[in-house]
């Protein structure tokens, strides 16, 4: 079975452009966290949608938005990018909502913003 | 603010011996509480999850949970060159979001 999928794995982008990250959660999941990831520290939290509503936001600018789609699959954009966006974008799957479960992760989209 | 709290290392320990990672956090009010293991380089990976008081055993691993102390730890046994990594403790607070640490560094040193 295929984990949770992260697209595209590496992407560099300039200042003030929009970026789109894409996550397909491990069939059957119905529950999509994600987090940032700066080198060295843990992963912050940003959103979590289940059954295609948003259950949970981070504290992070309103420049960050997700959605769910039907098939769970997810979306994270990110408007007006500033350099100190740059970082490791980890999505997260969940059978349930995660609480009880923990998450799966993938492997990551690498952003970088010059 | 919902915070967890780990020393960020590094934590070195002889082959062989026991490492102990260790991890406060903030709300009385959490239900699960997780230890995820992630390499340089690649993404965090479960390892162990605990939801009760006391400890709970996986292999090599073992989690402690102390509720009352707000204290959750995870220790290795018979530590491996391979279990370098650094170790990321993650709470569920009330609610469905999970809450990460900013990780231990752990060298094993052979």
């Known amino acids: 079975d295929a984990g949770v999928t992260q697209s595209p794995t590496h992407l560099i982008k300039t200042r003030g452009q929009h970026v789109t990250l894409r996550c397909s959660p491990i069939?059957?999941?119905?529950?999509v966290s994600w987090y940032q990831q700066v080198l060295g520290q843990g992963p912050q939290f940003i959103f979590q949608?289940?059954?295609?509503?948003?259950?949970g936001r981070g504290n992070f600018p309103d420049r960050f938005s997700a959605r769910q789609f039907p098939n769970y699959s997810s979306e994270l954009n990110v408007n007006a990018l500033l350099l100190g966006d740059s970082a490791l974008y980890l999505c997260a799957s969940s059978g349930g909502t995660g609480g009880l479960d923990g998450y799966t992760f993938g492997s990551g989209t690498r952003l970088t913003v010059v | 603010q919902k915070e967890v709290e780990q020393n960020s290392g590094p934590l070195s320990v002889p082959e062989g011996a026991i490492a102990s990672l260790n991890c406060t956090y903030s709300d009385r009010v959490s239900q699960s509480f997780f230890w995820y293991r992630q390499y340089s380089g690649k993404s965090p990976e479960l390892i162990m999850s605990?939801?009760?008081?006391g400890d709970k055993e996986d292999g090599r691993f073992t989690a402690q949970l102390n509720k009352a102390s707000q204290y959750v730890s995870l220790l290795i046994r018979d530590s491996q060159p391979s279990d370098s990594a650094t170790y990321l403790c993650?709470?569920?607070?009330?609610?469905?979001?999970?809450?990460f640490g900013k990780g231990t560094r752990l060298h094993i040193l052979p």
């Open positions: 993650a709470v569920n607070f009330f609610g469905d979001k999970i809450i």
């Open positions: 069939s059957g999941h119905k529950s």
């Open positions: 605990i939801y009760s008081n």
């Open positions: 949608y289940y059954e295609k509503e948003e259950r």
